[in-house]
């Protein structure tokens, strides 16, 4: 089998502890599986094919693409390579598998072991064909022409083929009858941004929100891969045919439909259909009052899992079934709320309405979990983004969230978001990593409890386990929130190569984040790109005028050479936030940068006493690298409760 002039082979590939069956798509280590997108494994199979040499990306490109395309081929090579090594969780700084050659190409260093037949083809299935025998005598091989036992034997074996023959075309038959009209086996899905029909374009939220609330509720069935609400949202309103768009997400079925709202009414209709083959499974028009919307989207969840063949635990059936009435307006405000958060949780006026909103859903019904559990984020994200106190936020995100769990535990959302408050604000890692992990027990498709725990997992330099959530976000999240968790995986893992690409890929969805611009700054400073980094920085500081970006400029034009430069500016921060609130961490990098470090350990001591949430950035921050050899610095990590790596 060939894809674009790269040869598939049919047998097993295996390496070290990998086993690849190229044919199916799979890479198998011990017992877990993992599939591959096509371009990843065409360029596997170019380096395993020129294992020992090195192929340059022109070959790569030639092979796969051809020549004269209209693609952009370096930025495909470079996801290639990383989504490779996600799945072979493979260091790029310390490659077991394919290692970078600088100005040339990749390499594929791994031994392989001879190639073997995949499943089906297995030794009991040989062992039952007839072996041929050697004949003792030359009577005994040949009978003799026209003899009673020829012709007896003849007939024997010509009715026996006969047999098997109605046999086979007998069963055939019959698994025809069992299996005609059934659908595929469906492992993933995607839920295409329901249509609005009411003939009010306000209403969209409502529509974008009904999407997203199905989305959830399905995130929840175990055996089941969800793609996230980002990911389709780019394809609202689309003309594109669901086999492509089934191709581009990589998924089995797609669920689309519709809604509209009339007064306190809602109607949706839904049908899921076959992705590749564009083929009708089932569908349903669904009528309810608004206060039973919760209760439709349940529904319609567990008509999925049972059309799609999904295994429920008892816990999930059960949620599923329970009944739970929402008041109509308290719904609506929710998901105004949600609209909000989701369009702009990194900016100052969008945080204040979602928090208005989600508000204004707990004073209509009082028993609303996910609304709790939505103000709870609007609280921590305020913080992080500077307008509001840190203790404020963490006393308000506190008692929202202990309200929404108390009111329903199996709120995923919830636990998601107590992780990042015992993560970032209580430096309770264990705390943490049981929320993240309880979040993605109750939801695993819930790409945001994969995005934040890998964000976690690499601030604790627990870099392997960090680039398995890449992997799974890959399969889940094809938007902004998967290349922005990249960026903060490689940045807290210092890997800088890997953070030039990742961030480089985000800026182009976003190139107005001044935060992608510093982190492509950093990148380039790690990697010895001085100029490079100063026009990163440079325009980061055009977007935002934040000081901490000022602090990486200057320390940019030391190590470039151009001292004075950066000591001025050095010298400007410092009297700029001389006494200002909220500022010992900053001040700690400028102290740090102008070579001052008993002033900077006393600024971090006092970022320690005010519980910083920058601290929570210590052990990747490039700023305070001229520290890190001080014992006092251990001593500080230590008094955070990082453990050990």
């Not at 993992?34 to 070959?59: H, T």
């Not at 958060?341 to 209509?364: C, H, M, R, V, W």
């Not at 929202?400 to 919830?414: F, H």
């Amino acid at each position: 089998m060939a894809v674009t002039g790269v040869v598939i082979p049919e047998k097993l590939i295996r390496f070290a502890d990998c086993e690849l069956n190229a044919s199916a798509f799979e890479l198998r280590r011990g017992l877990r599986t993992v599939r591959l997108e096509r371009i990843p494994l065409q360029v596997l199979l170019i380096l395993i094919r020129e294992r020992g040499k090195v192929v340059s990306r022109e070959a790569i490109a030639d092979q796969i693409w051809g020549k004269d395309v209209f693609v952009d081929v370096d930025n495909g090579i470079n996801t290639a390579i990383r989504k490779i090594r996600q799945v072979l969780n493979d260091d790029s700084q310390k490659p077991r598998f394919v290692e970078t050659i600088p100005g040339m190409g990749y390499r594929f260093i791994s031994p392989i072991q001879p190639l073997e037949e995949p499943p089906g083809l297995d030794e009991e299935s040989h062992e039952n064909e007839p072996k041929p025998c050697a004949p003792s005598t030359e009577s005994d091989a040949i009978p003799r022409i026209g003899s009673e036992t020829h012709s007896r034997g003849l007939w024997i074996r010509t009715a026996a083929v006969f047999s098997g023959l109605l046999l086979v075309v007998g069963v055939a038959w019959l698994a025809w009858q069992h299996f005609a009209g059934q659908p595929h086996v469906i492992r993933s899905i995607a839920v295409i941004p329901l249509q609005n029909l009411s003939g009010d374009s306000s209403q969209d939220y409502f529509a974008d929100g009904m999407t997203e609330e199905l989305i959830t509720e399905l995130s929840r069935i175990e055996s089941l891969r969800v793609i996230s609400h980002t990911s389709v949202m780019g394809y609202k309103g689309t003309k594109k045919h669901l086999p492509e768009i089934a191709s581009e997400l990589g998924v089995d079925a797609i669920l689309e439909g519709s809604v509209i709202r009339e007064n306190n009414n809602v109607r949706v209709t839904v049908q899921l259909l076959d992705g590749p083959a564009d083929r009708h499974l089932w569908g349903e028009e669904y009528e309810r009052p608004l206060n039973g919307v919760l209760n439709l989207q349940r529904e319609v969840s567990r008509v999925i899992a049972q059309q799609v063949r999904a295994k429920l635990s008892a816990t999930q059936e059960a949620r599923l079934r329970r009944p739970h009435a929402v008041n109509p307006a308290a719904y609506d405000s929710y998901l105004k709320g949600r609209f909000y958060f989701d369009n702009g949780y990194t900016k100052p006026d969008s945080l204040k309405k979602a928090q208005q909103y989600f508000e204004e859903a707990i004073q209509t019904d009082p028993n609303f979990a996910q609304a709790y559990a939505g103000l709870a984020n609007t609280y921590l994200y305020s913080a992080f983004a500077g307008v509001l106190k840190r203790d404020v936020a963490y006393r308000s995100a506190t008692q929202a969230l202990d309200k929404a769990l108390e009111l329903d535990d199996s709120v995923g959302e919830a636990h998601d978001t107590l992780a990042v408050l015992k993560a970032d604000f209580d430096w309770d890692w264990e705390a943490a990593d049981r929320e993240f992990n309880r979040a993605i027990n109750l939801a695993p498709s819930y790409s945001c409890a994969h995005e934040s725990r890998a964000s976690f997992l690499a601030l604790l330099g627990r870099r392997d386990e960090a680039l398995a959530e890449l992997a799974k976000i890959d399969q889940l999240d094809f938007g902004i929130g998967s290349t922005r968790t990249e960026v903060g995986v490689y940045y807290a893992l210092r890997d800088y190569p890997d953070l030039i690409e990742a961030s480089k890929r985000a800026l182009l969805l976003d190139p107005n984040d001044w935060s992608l611009h510093y982190n492509l700054g950093v990148a380039y400073q790690g990697t010895g790109k001085f100029q490079e980094a100063i026009s990163e920085y440079q325009k980061a500081i055009e977007i935002s005028g934040n000081p901490d970006v000022a602090v990486g400029l200057a320390q940019a034009y030391s190590a470039g050479g151009k001292k004075v430069e950066g000591e001025k500016i050095l010298r400007d921060l410092e009297r700029k936030l001389k006494g200002a609130p909220d500022s010992s961490y900053t001040m700690a990098t400028v102290s740090a940068g102008l070579g001052q470090k008993d002033m900077a350990f006393a600024f971090l001591n006092q970022a320690l006493r005010e519980r910083s949430l920058n601290l929570s950035d210590i052990k990747a921050d490039p700023r305070v690298d001229s520290l890190r050899s001080d014992p006092r610095f251990q001593t500080l990590v230590s008094q955070m409760g990082f453990p050990p790596q």
